[in-house]
C-alpha cells in the first residue's frame, strides 16, 4: 500500500492548533485559548513530533530506554 503524500497544509476551515517550543512551551487552540500540557514526558514527546511534521515517528524515538 503506497503510502499518503505528505503535506503540512490544512483547509482553511480547519481547526488549527500553534504551538510555541522555544523558552517555555505554549500550546493553543485556533480561538488562541491555551491548552496546558504540564507533565515533563508529555511535553517531551510533543517536542518530539513537532520537530518531525509529517514523518513517522517510531516508539523507541518517543521513550529513549533511560542511560545508566
Known amino acids: ?3 499518503p503524500e505528505r503535506s503540512h497544509r490544512t483547509p482553511a476551515d480547519a481547526t488549527s492548533t500553534s504551538f510555541a517550543l522555544l523558552g517555555r512551551m505554549a500550546v493553543a487552540d485556533a480561538d488562541g485559548r491555551g491548552i496546558k500540557v504540564r507533565a515533563a514526558r508529555q511535553q517531551a514527546i510533543l517536542a518530539v513530533l513537532l520537530l518531525r511534521p509529517g514523518e513517522v515517528v517510531t516508539a523507541d524515538r ?5 542511560t545508566p
Open 62 to 66: 518517543l521513550m529513549p530506554e533511560p
Open 1 to 3: 500500500m503506497p503510502l
